[in-house]
């Protein structure tokens, strides 16, 4: 069954249930790590935008290369607004699509330095009006860098939301909104970590291990699926 399918078919958690799941999940799955730094261990928030703006539909591993390439050129906005696009192009090329990206890390220094002093905003709606940066990064942001408490949504956690019922979104933005809206707020913090585990060890993508989930009595999609 397709997840949008899935999510549209079924309903959402009621609060009380909604409660359980984050409870249980907080007992079987890890929490946020003492040692947990920015994006990609980035060591400022400048290099966390845009180490977070060149994730989008890159392997770790090719994040990582590029990361490296381009702060090995700048590590301000300031020093990168001294790089043409083609350069920083260049050595964002690992990560692919790089010329849309080079233009956005354009765009992006030359507001920052032009509007906002060089200081990289420690809001969500100040993230999001950088060049690039869409609420899955800016929450990213807040939860690594400037340690808010907020779920930050990635391919993992509108699979899983969505398939336990938690939320019932199309999108990982709506998914991200429902869930800000339904967690309890003691969840808020770790639960980014605890549904992203969740769904790397237990809700898989293509074969989920319904049969050893302990959340298979609460479930949405397990119910669909029986």
Same mark, same amino acid.
């Given at each position: 069954?397709?997840?949008? !399918?899935? !999510?549209?078919? #079924?309903?959402?958690?009621?609060?009380?249930?909604?409660? /359980? @799941?984050?409870?249980?999940?907080?007992?079987?799955? &890890?929490?946020? /790590?003492?040692?947990? *730094?920015? &994006? *990609?261990?980035? &060591?400022?928030?400048?290099?966390?935008?845009?180490?977070?703006?060149?994730?989008?539909?890159?392997?770790?591993?090719?994040?990582?290369?590029?990361? *490296?390439?381009? $702060?090995? %050129?700048?590590?301000?906005?300031?020093?990168?607004?001294?790089?043409?696009?083609?350069?920083?192009?260049?050595?964002?090329?690992?990560?692919?699509?790089?010329?849309? *990206?080079?233009?956005?890390?354009?765009?992006?220094?030359? $507001?920052?330095?032009?509007? %906002?002093?060089?200081? @990289?905003?420690?809001?969500?709606?100040?993230?999001?009006?950088?060049?690039?940066?869409?609420r899955k990064c800016a929450d990213i942001?807040?939860?690594?860098? $400037?340690?808010?408490? @907020?779920?930050?949504?990635?391919?993992?956690?509108?699979? !899983?939301?969505?398939?336990?019922?938690? /939320?019932?979104?199309? /999108?990982?933005?709506?998914?991200?909104?429902?869930?800000?809206?339904?967690? &309890? #707020?003691? !969840?808020?913090?770790?639960?980014?970590?605890?549904?992203?585990?969740?769904?790397?060890? @237990?809700?898989?993508?293509?074969?989920?291990?319904?049969?050893?989930c302990f959340l298979a009595d609460i479930?949405? $999609?397990?119910?669909?699926?029986?």
């Amino acid at each position: 069954m397709a997840e949008g !399918a899935a !999510a549209g078919s #079924k309903r959402v958690l009621s609060a009380q249930e909604t409660e /359980t @799941v984050f409870r249980r999940l907080s007992q079987h799955m &890890p929490g946020r /790590t003492p040692t947990a *730094k920015g &994006p *990609k261990d980035q &060591p400022d928030p400048f290099r966390s935008v845009i180490s977070c703006l060149l994730s989008a539909q890159s392997r770790d591993v090719n994040t990582a290369a590029a990361t *490296k390439a381009l $702060f090995e %050129l700048a590590t301000t906005p300031e020093g990168m607004r001294e790089l043409s696009q083609e350069t920083i192009a260049a050595a964002i090329k690992p990560c692919g699509l790089y010329n849309m *990206k080079a233009r956005n890390i354009e765009r992006l220094c030359r $507001f920052l330095i032009e509007e %906002l002093d060089g200081t @990289v905003p420690a809001t969500r709606e100040g993230l999001m009006q950088l060049p690039g940066i869409g609420r899955k990064c800016a929450d990213i942001v807040l939860s690594f860098t $400037f340690g808010k408490d @907020v779920i930050a949504v990635d391919t993992h956690v509108h699979r !899983a939301a969505n398939r336990i019922g938690l /939320t019932g979104a199309k /999108t990982a933005d709506e998914t991200a909104r429902q869930l800000e809206a339904a967690a &309890p #707020k003691w !969840a808020l913090r770790d639960g980014h970590f605890w549904l992203i585990q969740f769904g790397k060890a @237990v809700c898989l993508s293509r074969r989920p291990k319904c049969d050893a989930c302990f959340l298979a009595d609460i479930c949405r $999609f397990n119910a669909v699926t029986d």
